[in-house]
């Protein structure tokens, strides 16, 4: 999947606030990106949210989140998707290999709608380790900690069920909220990229941080 | 082989970068590749048969390149020794990372590895316009590493136990240069 892997939970206040309009309220509602009867089938069961598989009957809510102007900035996704483009992501591949990818798409239990994804990228199954990623695509959901609970839950899931190893995460530089996080969740900066994208007209450091699992055993006996 | 036929893209002192990806040297692909101690240092796990090569060769290509490959030719020997490349470019963000195989073992440690290296990165900043070059390696590949170092690179990251090599997970290396310090270098080396 084509679909960028950066991992942030959530994004600064100060977007959020000119973000939050009625304009967009008003989009969200629209038929478009809001059918009435989401199913979700939840796999991961949190206390806020649930871990869904992703629904093909979503694609639409997908991709306006993928190219959401606020949102796709910390996606780093740099070129319009189509409805089709995200269509293809999520529909079942022919190769019978193990998919190097995992995708979740959160469920907000309360409400009843599904609000981003998250997930595994790059998962190599023979080092045993993967990338984290995580995109709360509608604003309203910043800032709640929604972010922080689907990634204790994908944490779990990796550790506890897909063996992992090792989990990293790249959050790049400016996005302080995700990466204040991350530290809270107990990964350790590995290091820093620099200069290793450009956003906003500028080249900005990648943070890497990780998580051994022997490291977060110690935290979770 | 004449040198005429090698079609030579790149010149350098001892080697010179020819188009990669050639249908006419899937085999040699293949048999560096596979070679037990090559992929060893490279980390191929997997076999590669030679219609691998074939198959992603012949794909439709269409767009800029998001990877490149060149095949080293030694001048003296009228010969092609390896192959090297860049994997992942990125061209919003300007940067990409080196893969090299000296297939070849008699031409190992000869810096011939470090000129065809130099010469792709020189490509990279003055014709592709690229602002960081990167290369990856495991700790225990210390012949890349000091490639690394010779062109000028600067380890940047350290990743934790991220290799399984051997029967244990090893740490992995990242290198980089950006174009201001291979401005610099470059006068060293080429």
Known sequence: ?221 | MEHEEVRTFISGKNVDLLPGDNLEHVNLYAKWDNDQETRHYARNIFPTPPEDYKKGIEEEKKGTPQEMNFEIYHKGDKKIIGYVGFNHINWSDRNANIGMVIGEPEYRSKDLGTEAAALIIDYGFNELNMFKIGCGMYVLNTASMKVAEKLGMQREIVYKEQAWVDGKYVDEYEYRIFLDEWKEKRKELL
């Open chain 1, 1 to 221: 999947m084509n679909m960028n892997i950066e991992f942030f939970l959530m994004s600064g206040k100060k977007r959020e606030k000119n973000y939050y309009n009625l304009e967009v309220k008003e989009k969200l509602s629209s038929e478009e990106t809001k059918p009435k009867d989401f199913i979700a089938y939840p796999f991961i069961e949190g206390e806020n949210i649930d871990l869904c598989p992703t629904n093909l009957n979503h694609i639409k809510l997908y991709t306006k989140w993928v190219n959401d102007s606020k949102a796709r900035i910390y996606a780093r996704n740099n070129k319009p998707h189509t409805v089709e483009d995200i269509t293809k992501w999520f529909e079942p591949s022919e190769s019978r290999g193990l998919s190097s990818y995992i995708t979740f798409e959160i469920w907000h239990k309360k409400d009843k709608i599904p609000i981003g994804t998250c997930g595994f990228g790059r998962i190599n199954w023979i080092d045993r380790n993967a990338n984290i990623f995580m995109s709360i695509g509608v604003p309203e959901y910043w800032n709640k900690n929604l972010g922080t609970e689907a990634s204790r839950l994908l944490i779990d899931y990796g550790f506890k069920e897909l063996n992992f190893h090792k989990i990293y995460a790249g959050i790049f530089e400016p996005n302080i909220s995700s990466w204040t996080v991350a530290e809270k969740d107990g990964f350790i900066l590995e290091g820093v990229k620099k200069k290793a994208i450009f956003v906003d007209g500028v080249y900005v450091d990648t943070r890497r941080y990780r998580m051994l699992k022997k490291d977060w055993l110690k935290n979770h006996p």
